[in-house]
C-alpha cells in the first residue's frame, strides 16, 4: 500500500495527546461491507452498507475499490455518466485512474492522488484505467467518497479539483506509531489540502503493530472509521475491527484507535481511513446519481439529463 509515505517518522510534526478533561468517543456500531461490483465490473466493498443515512450525514456513500491484482486486459473502468447535487472523492492508494467530464475537468491520479469533483448543478463523467493499464494489469486499490451539497450548494457551478499526494499534510502521534495523511479538513490544528463545500475532515492513517492513535477530531463532526487493511480495535473499550468493517463513533473529542500487535503478513500495518463532518440535517432525496432535497427535484434531474442539459461527451 504505497499511498503516500515517509521513511522517518519522527521527521514528521506530531500530534497532541489529549488534554485533561478530553472525552474519548464510544463506539456505537461497527459494520462489516458487502462486496459487489461496479461500473464495467470492477469489484467494491460498499463500507457504509447497513448504517443509518442520519448517523453518515453529511455522507452518502462510500466505496471501496479493490483491493485487486487485475491480469493483463481485465482493468476495469465506469462507462459515462451523470451526477446532480453531491461531491465525489475518488481516493486513490495502488494503481492509477484517469477522470474526464463534460465541463473539461480531469486528470490522472496514482498512488496517494485524490480528484475531489463537485458535481453541483450537473455534468457528465467518466473514470477509467489507462489504456496501457488495461493492457499491462497490475494492482488496484483505492476508495469513493459521495459527499452531500446543502440545498444551497446543490446547483453550483461543477468544480473539479486535484489533490496530489504531495500536497496531503503528513503528521505522526507522539511516539511515531502512526502516520496520519490529512486530506481535507483539519486534524488537530494541522489543516489538510482539499477544499470543500461541506464542513468535513478526511485522513488516512497506517497505525504500526501493537500502536495506538488518538486522533484529536471536531466536536461538531461526527466520526465514521472505515478499515482499508489489518486488524486492531477502536474506541477505548477496544472494540475489534478488522478490514472491511466500519465503526459509527459517538460525540466526544478525540477518536482511539489501536494497531493488533500481530498482522497478516499481506497486511502488515493498520490502514484506515477516518472521515467526519457537520451534519447539513436536509431532507434527503436521492436516486442513482441524482442526491437532491425532494422527489421533484430527482425528476428535474433525470429530464434535464435526458435533454441533454448536462454537458455532451467530448469527442
Known sequence: MPAVTVDDLTTLERLKTPGLGDQPRPVWQVTTAPQGYEGEGFPVRRAFAGIDLALLDPFIMMDQMGEVDYAPGEPKGTPWHPHRGFETVTYIIDGVFDHQDSHGGGGTITNGDTQWMTAGSG?????APPEWLVQKGGLFHGLQLWVNLPRDAKMNDPKYQDIGSRQVRLLTSPDAGALVRVIAGSVGGFDGPGSTFTDMTLLHATVEPGARLELPWNVDHNALVYVLNGEGTVGTDQRPIRMGQAAVLGPGDYVTLAAAPRQESRSPKLD???????????????AGPFVMNTKAEVLAAYEDFQKGRFGHIPA
Not at 484506515?272 to 436521492?286: D, H, N, T, Y
Open 272 to 286: 484506515v481511513v477516518v472521515l467526519g463532518g457537520k451534519p447539513i440535517r436536509e431532507p434527503l432525496a436521492w
Open 123 to 127: 455534468l457528465l463523467h467518466i473514470e
